[in-house]
C-alpha cells in the first residue's frame, strides 16, 4: 500500500491561484511541500510514477490531471507554482545545475526562446512523437518550440494571446463615451493614436479618472504588434534603432504625463483590488486575462465588456510545456504533455480559464466559436479570440526577449512614480540593456 498517494494527488489542488492563467503569475509556491512530498514517497515502490509540473500561475490543469489518472492509475502528479519571474528564473537555474527541475516545466512565449537555444538541456520531443503531430498547431506556434536548427523540439503549444480589449461600460457611460462593444472598438480602429484620444476625453470628462492600470501593458501591445520588436532575426538588440519601439515609448510617456495611468504594478494586491473597485477604465486583454478579471472583480458582472484592441491583431502571452533533460520520466512525461495540449483538453481549458487554445482545428468548431461570458456582458468570446488568434502576424522573439520588455517596463514605471524624466528613465533602459549584448 502507498500511505501518501493520495496526499501527492492533490497537492496540486491545494496551492493553486484563484488566478485563473500563468499570466495570473500566482505568488504561492508548493516546492518545499512538494520535495518533502517526492521525499517521503517516490511511487517506486509500488510502480506508480509521480509526475512534476512546475508552472506559473494555475492554468487550470487540475481536472485534467484527474481525468488522466483515471485513464492511467500508474500516474501521479505533483503541481508547483511559483510567481512569474521567480518560475523562470528558478528553471535557468535549475537548468544550469543539472537538478531540481520538474518533469513538465511551463515557459512564456517571452522567455521560450532563451530555452531553445539550449536544446541539449532539454528532450527532444520530436523523438518521442511530436514528429507527427506539426499540424496540430498554429503554424508559429510550433515554430515557437523548435531549435535554430530545426532538429529539436522542446516544448508544445498550450495558449496563445490573441489581443483584445477589455473595458468598464459603467465608467464609459459615465464619461459620455459609447459603450457598445462595436462602437467601442469603432473609437480607436485605426491607431493606438486615437486610443490615447479617447484617452484625454475619458480624463476631462470625469475629472482625472484612469483609463488604463499602468503603462507596460500598452507598451507591450504596441510592441507586439510591430514587424519587429526588440530583437532582428540576427538576436541583435534593436531597441534603440526600432522606430517602432520609440512611438510605442513616446505615445506611452504622453499617455503617462497625461494622467491616464493609475500607476498599478501588475499582479499586486493593489493591481488585483483595481479591476473590483472599478479605479481603471480599459486594459490590454488577452483571452487568459478574462478569467483574471472575472476571478478579482466577482461584483463587476456585466460592468466590464470586450473590444477590439487598437492597431490591429498581436499575441501577448501564451505558453509551451517543455520537458528537462534531467527529468526521468520522460516518455510518460510526454504521453501526458501530448494529450493535454490535445484540442479537446485545450478546449476544456479554454472554457474553465479562458485560456486561447494553439490548435487551430478548433477554430471552426461551434463549442468554440459559440462561446459567450456572461460576466462580460455576454460577449462572444469565441468568436472574439478566435478573430484575434488567426489574425496575428507571428513576431520573431529574441533569446532574452522578455527580460528585454521587463527593463524597458521597468523604465516606464520610474516615470509613472515620478522618481526619473522620461529622458533619464531612456536613458537608465538603454544603460541596463548593454549587459543583455
Same mark, same amino acid.
Not at 509521480?50 to 481525468?67: A, M, N, R, S, W
Not at 502571452?317 to 534531467?326: N, R, T
Not at 488567426?390 to 533569446?399: E, I, L, S
Not at 521597468?410 to 549584448?437: C, H, K, M, N, Y
Given at each position: 500500500?502507498?500511505?501518501?498517494?493520495?496526499?501527492?494527488?492533490?497537492? $496540486?489542488?491545494?496551492?493553486? !491561484?484563484?488566478?485563473?492563467?500563468? /499570466? /495570473? &503569475?500566482?505568488?504561492?509556491?508548493?516546492?518545499?511541500?512538494?520535495?518533502?512530498?517526492?521525499? %517521503?514517497?517516490?511511487?517506486?515502490?509500488? $510502480?506508480?510514477?509521480?509526475?512534476?509540473?512546475?508552472?506559473? $500561475?494555475?492554468?487550470?490543469? @487540475?481536472?485534467?490531471?484527474?481525468?488522466?489518472?483515471?485513464?492511467?492509475?500508474?500516474?501521479?502528479?505533483?503541481?508547483?507554482?511559483?510567481?512569474?519571474?521567480? +518560475?523562470?528564473?528558478?528553471?535557468?537555474?535549475?537548468?544550469?545545475?543539472?537538478? *531540481?527541475?520538474?518533469?513538465?516545466?511551463?515557459?512564456?512565449?517571452?522567455?521560450?526562446?532563451?530555452?531553445?537555444? #539550449?536544446?541539449?538541456?532539454?528532450?527532444?520531443?520530436?523523438?518521442?512523437?511530436?514528429?507527427?503531430?506539426?499540424?496540430?498547431?498554429?503554424?508559429?506556434?510550433?515554430?515557437?518550440? =523548435? !531549435?535554430?536548427?530545426?532538429? !529539436?523540439?522542446?516544448?508544445? @503549444?498550450?495558449?496563445?494571446?490573441?489581443?483584445?480589449?477589455?473595458?468598464?461600460?459603467?465608467?464609459?457611460?459615465?464619461?459620455?463615451?459609447?459603450?457598445?462593444?462595436?462602437?467601442?472598438?469603432?473609437?480607436?480602429?485605426?491607431?493606438?493614436?486615437?486610443?490615447?484620444?479617447?484617452? +484625454?476625453?475619458?480624463?476631462?470628462?470625469?475629472?482625472? @479618472?484612469?483609463? &488604463?492600470?499602468?503603462?507596460?501593458?500598452?507598451?507591450?501591445?504596441?510592441?507586439?504588434? %510591430?514587424?519587429?520588436?526588440?530583437?532582428?532575426?540576427?538576436? #541583435?538588440?534593436?531597441?534603440?534603432?526600432?522606430?517602432?519601439?520609440?512611438?510605442?515609448?513616446?505615445?506611452?510617456?504622453?499617455?503617462?504625463?497625461?494622467?491616464?495611468?493609475?500607476?498599478?504594478?501588475?499582479?499586486?494586491?493593489?493591481?488585483?483590488?483595481?479591476?473590483?473597485?472599478?479605479?481603471?477604465?480599459?486594459?490590454?486583454?488577452?483571452?487568459?486575462?478574462?478569467?483574471?478579471?472575472?476571478?478579482?472583480?466577482?461584483? %463587476?458582472? @456585466?460592468?466590464?465588456?470586450?473590444?477590439?484592441?487598437? *492597431?490591429?491583431?498581436?499575441?501577448?502571452?501564451?505558453?509551451?510545456?517543455?520537458?528537462?533533460?534531467?527529468?526521468?520520466?520522460?516518455?510518460?512525461?510526454?504521453?501526458?504533455?501530448?494529450?493535454?495540449?490535445?484540442?479537446? #483538453?485545450?478546449?476544456?481549458?479554454?472554457?474553465?480559464?479562458?485560456?486561447?487554445?494553439?490548435?487551430?482545428?478548433?477554430?471552426?468548431?461551434?463549442?468554440?466559436?459559440? =462561446?459567450?461570458? /456572461?460576466?462580460?456582458?455576454?460577449?462572444?468570446?469565441?468568436?472574439?479570440?478566435?478573430?484575434?488568434?488567426?489574425?496575428?502576424?507571428?513576431?520573431?522573439?529574441?533569446?532574452?526577449?522578455?527580460?528585454?520588455?521587463?527593463?524597458?517596463? #521597468?523604465?516606464?514605471?520610474?516615470?509613472?512614480?515620478?522618481?526619473?524624466?522620461?529622458?533619464?528613465?531612456?536613458?537608465?533602459?538603454?544603460?541596463?540593456?548593454?549587459? &543583455?549584448?
Amino acid at each position: 500500500m502507498r500511505p501518501c498517494g493520495s496526499l501527492i494527488h492533490r497537492l $496540486g489542488d491545494t496551492v493553486k !491561484s484563484k488566478r485563473p492563467t500563468r /499570466a /495570473a &503569475f500566482a505568488a504561492v509556491t508548493a516546492a518545499a511541500l512538494v520535495a518533502a512530498g517526492t521525499a %517521503a514517497c517516490s511511487g517506486e515502490d509500488d $510502480g506508480t510514477i509521480t509526475l512534476t509540473v512546475g508552472l506559473f $500561475g494555475d492554468f487550470g490543469f @487540475g481536472p485534467l490531471y484527474e481525468e488522466y489518472s483515471e485513464l492511467h492509475p500508474e500516474i501521479e502528479f505533483e503541481e508547483r507554482i511559483a510567481e512569474f519571474a521567480d +518560475h523562470h528564473t528558478n528553471l535557468t537555474t535549475h537548468l544550469a545545475t543539472g537538478s *531540481g527541475a520538474a518533469d513538465i516545466e511551463a515557459v512564456e512565449v517571452g522567455y521560450i526562446s532563451q530555452y531553445t537555444a #539550449q536544446p541539449d538541456r532539454f528532450h527532444n520531443l520530436l523523438d518521442l512523437g511530436a514528429d507527427e503531430l506539426e499540424g496540430q498547431w498554429l503554424d508559429w506556434k510550433w515554430q515557437q518550440g =523548435l !531549435s535554430a536548427d530545426g532538429e !529539436s523540439l522542446i516544448g508544445l @503549444g498550450t495558449d496563445v494571446g490573441g489581443m483584445a480589449m477589455c473595458y468598464r461600460r459603467d465608467l464609459f457611460e459615465a464619461a459620455g463615451l459609447p459603450v457598445e462593444r462595436d462602437e467601442v472598438s469603432a473609437l480607436w480602429a485605426d491607431s493606438w493614436e486615437d486610443y490615447v484620444a479617447v484617452g +484625454h476625453q475619458y480624463s476631462e470628462a470625469t475629472g482625472g @479618472g484612469y483609463f &488604463f492600470e499602468s503603462s507596460g501593458n500598452m507598451f507591450r501591445a504596441m510592441v507586439e504588434q %510591430a514587424d519587429e520588436g526588440v530583437y532582428d532575426r540576427e538576436d #541583435q538588440l534593436i531597441v534603440e534603432s526600432n522606430p517602432a519601439i520609440g512611438e510605442a515609448w513616446d505615445l506611452t510617456v504622453e499617455a503617462i504625463e497625461a494622467g491616464m495611468s493609475n500607476r498599478l504594478q501588475a499582479w499586486t494586491p493593489e493591481w488585483n483590488a483595481g479591476f473590483n473597485e472599478g479605479t481603471f477604465a480599459t486594459i490590454i486583454c488577452p483571452a487568459w486575462m478574462t478569467s483574471y478579471i472575472e476571478t478579482n472583480a466577482p461584483d %463587476a458582472t @456585466g460592468l466590464w465588456d470586450i473590444a477590439t484592441v487598437p *492597431g490591429g491583431a498581436g499575441n501577448m502571452g501564451g505558453s509551451h510545456l517543455v520537458l528537462p533533460e534531467q527529468g526521468e520520466h520522460a516518455e510518460e512525461a510526454y504521453a501526458f504533455l501530448e494529450w493535454l495540449t490535445a484540442p479537446e #483538453q485545450q478546449l476544456k481549458v479554454f472554457e474553465s480559464t479562458g485560456n486561447f487554445p494553439s490548435t487551430p482545428e478548433l477554430y471552426e468548431d461551434p463549442a468554440l466559436t459559440g =462561446l459567450a461570458k /456572461a460576466y462580460f456582458n455576454d460577449a462572444p468570446v469565441g468568436q472574439i479570440f478566435t478573430a484575434a488568434a488567426t489574425a496575428v502576424q507571428p513576431q520573431y522573439q529574441g533569446p532574452l526577449q522578455g527580460d528585454v520588455l521587463a527593463t524597458i517596463g #521597468q523604465g516606464l514605471g520610474r516615470i509613472e512614480d515620478g522618481s526619473q524624466t522620461p529622458e533619464e528613465a531612456w536613458s537608465q533602459v538603454v544603460s541596463d540593456l548593454e549587459s &543583455f549584448e
